[in-house]
């Protein structure tokens, strides 16, 4: 199947998924779309303020640690060549095999789906892509839209499921595969899978685990859809599942948070390099 991932720039899971995705015999990535980080202009500047002032200032330190910690990461991986197919960044496994890729702020803009109709996919993949797909998005692939979600859906619906999970103090994780609809993480449920959240974990070391269960969970779906087989999931919901919408942490959420857990560890990003489930 011809296939267009959608990343997020310097997001770990997006390039967790995207090393997955390019080595599965079932799919040929002829596209990458990559959601670029807000530009420092003049009205970027001002959506960045708006931003930190939501989040605090404690978290913005900490991506910027963690995004440091993920070039380190890059950097081992050129010293130990074998170590690359882990964690190569979206940007270089294109141009290593000179797939297009499409810089977009805002994947709705007609320059985009310009982009994805020359293409002309089966499928759009989401690979923990920060931005909400439209209508007009979404008609385009033959097939539909796939997302991996890191968290069990219905339950841990919306931004940071594996934030949430933790700041929740729930005892079990979860990673959904569903099809993209026009609502947020509404669409029909395809494969999920939950695991159980150890006494040390932090919201990285969750993120990396659902991003590598998603991208095997995402491969079985896409052998059913290949096969010709329907690869809805055909167990019921459970009725002690709530369906619950979280939004984007805020700064008393990430209070509450670091009360209870790390949120990082430098072990915890380099570790998807010798992960042996990987």
Known sequence: MDVIILYSAGHLGSAVIM???????????VG???????KMSIRGRTRIINHLKKVGWKFAWLLLWQRGIQVL?????????????????AWKIAADHNIPVFHCG????????????????????????????????IS??????????????????????????????????????????????TGEVLARKAFTLKANATQESV???????????????????????????????????KEMYYPMPGDKDFESYFKQRRYFRIRDVLSVLVMKKY
């Open 73 to 89: 990461g890059y950097l081992v991986t050129l010293a130990f060549p074998f170590l690359r197919k882990r964690l190569k960044p």
């Open 140 to 185: 385009l692939p033959k097939t539909g839209v796939l997302n991996i979600h890191p968290g069990w859906l219905p339950s841990y619906k919306g931004a940071m499921a594996y934030f949430w999970v933790l700041n929740n103090g729930s005892d079990r994780g979860g990673v959904t595969v569903h099809w993209i609809d026009e609502g947020i993480d």
């Open 19 to 29: 090393n997955k995705l390019f080595n599965m015999p079932e799919i040929n990535i």
């Open 207 to 241: 993120l990396m685990y659902t991003a590598v269960i998603g991208a095997k969970l995402l491969g079985r779906v896409l052998r059913k859809l290949i096969d010709g087989k329907d690869p809805k999931l055909h167990t019921a919901h459970s009725q002690d599942e």
């Open 32 to 38: 990458v779309v990559k959601a670029q980080p807000l």
């Open 106 to 137: 805002n994947i709705n803009d007609k320059s985009c789906q310009e982009f994805i109709k020359k293409l002309q996919p089966d499928l759009l993949i989401s690979a923990y892509f920060s931005q909400i797909l439209k209508k007009e998005i």
